[in-house]
């Protein structure tokens, strides 16, 4: 998939849509969201594009991090907000 910048909420919803699908199909983390989501994906997904919404995607595509470890962040973002 060729890399481009983010410049639209079709953009974003992409990029929500292909990392959510790749951590549902995690063997590490998959698990952890799938149970913790179980029947709430769609409204987590939506909070997701709206928290795309207030740029804060920008600051944190910027690092430039490994795939695992932003997953791992993020579990650990979704573990707080659902908690």
């Given amino acids: 998939m ?3 910048d983010i410049t639209s909420l079709a953009d ?3 990029l929500v849509d292909t990392f959510y699908g790749r951590v549902r199909e ?6 952890i969201f799938n149970n913790l989501l179980a029947g709430r994906w769609e409204d987590h ?3 997701c594009i709206v928290f795309g919404k207030l740029s804060c995607w920008k600051s944190i ?6 795939f695992r470890h932003m ?3 993020l579990l650990l973002m979704c573990i707080l907000m659902l908690g």
């Fill in 2 to 4: 060729e890399k481009k």
């Fill in 12 to 14: 974003i919803q992409l």
């Fill in 26 to 31: 995690d063997a590490l983390i998959g698990p």
């Fill in 45 to 47: 997904l939506k909070k």
């Fill in 61 to 66: 595509l910027t690092l430039e991090v490994h």
């Fill in 71 to 73: 997953l791992l962040w």
